[in-house]
C-alpha cells in the first residue's frame, strides 16, 4: 500500500480513533470494539506499555481489513520500529523534523502536529502529509479549523482535541480531512465497567457522524 493509498483510506473514513490505554490489554479490547463498530482506522498512542508489540499483534489481527498507525511518535527510532511493526502512517504532536525526514525515506504518511498557522505552514513545507492542528479545541475548535483553512486550503489538516459526537460535523464541515478523536470515543471506563457494547454502539454512532451528506 502505497501513500496515496492511505491518505486516500484515512480520507474516506474521515475519523482516527486514538487508542491511548494504561495497558495492552485494554488497547487490545478497544480495537475490537472499535472495529466491531465499523471503525477501519486506529491509532495507537507510544504511550500504551509495550506499544511497538501492539502495534505489531493488531496489524496482525486486523491489517487486512483496518488500517493501523502509531501516534505519539517523537523520534526516528520509535518511528523505524513502528513501521517495522506494521504501522501504515505515524502521527506526532509536535513537528521533529529528523522524525518527519525518517518518515519521507521509509515513504510513510507522517502527520506532524501543529497549532498556530505559522506552525502549519511550517509543517506542511517540512514535509508532512497531513498536519495534525493540536490541541485544536484550545484555540477554538471548529471555528479556529475554519478560520485556518480560510487561507490555507491546500494544507490538509487533521485536527485533534475537543472532537465529541456532537461536533465532529462541525469540523469536517470546517474542511477537516479526518478529525483525531480520543477519550469521547475510546472511552476506557466502558470497558473496565464490562459496557463493551456501549463502545461498539459509539463506534457506530461516530462512523454514522463522519459520513458525507449524500451517503447517509
Not at 36 to 64: F, K, N, S, Y
Not at 169 to 185: D, I, K, M, P, R
Request: net charge negative; aromatic share 4%; glycine share 10%.
Amino acid at each position: 500500500m502505497n501513500k496515496g493509498d492511505v491518505l486516500a483510506w484515512i480520507r474516506r473514513t474521515r475519523l482516527v480513533p486514538i487508542v491511548r490505554t494504561s495497558s495492552a490489554e485494554l488497547a487490545f479490547q478497544a480495537v475490537e470494539a472499535l472495529i466491531e463498530g465499523g471503525l477501519d482506522v486506529l491509532e495507537i498512542t507510544m504511550t500504551v506499555p509495550g506499544a511497538v508489540e501492539v502495534v505489531r499483534e493488531i496489524t496482525a489481527r486486523h491489517g487486512d481489513r483496518a488500517l493501523v498507525g502509531a501516534g505519539t511518535v517523537l523520534d526516528p527510532a520509535t518511528a523505524e520500529a513502528c513501521v517495522e511493526a506494521g504501522a501504515r502512517f505515524i502521527v506526532s504532536p509536535a513537528l521533529d523534523e529528523p522524525t518527519l525526514r525518517a518518515c519521507l525515506a521509509m515513504n510513510v504518511v507522517h502527520a506532524p502536529g501543529a497549532l498556530t498557522p505559522t506552525e502549519i505552514v511550517a509543517a506542511h513545507r517540512a514535509g508532512g502529509d497531513v498536519i495534525k492542528v493540536f490541541p485544536c479545541d484550545a484555540l477554538g475548535g471548529a471555528a479556529y479549523l475554519r478560520a485556518v483553512k480560510a487561507p490555507l486550503p491546500h494544507i490538509p489538516l487533521m485536527p485533534t482535541g475537543g472532537a465529541t459526537l456532537d461536533n465532529v460535523g462541525a469540523f469536517l464541515a470546517a474542511g477537516a480531512e479526518a478529525v483525531g478523536v480520543g477519550t469521547s470515543l475510546v472511552d476506557l471506563k466502558l470497558l473496565r465497567e464490562g459496557r463493551r457494547e456501549e463502545l461498539v454502539a459509539r463506534a457506530r454512532a461516530f462512523r454514522e457522524a463522519c459520513r458525507p451528506p449524500d451517503e447517509r
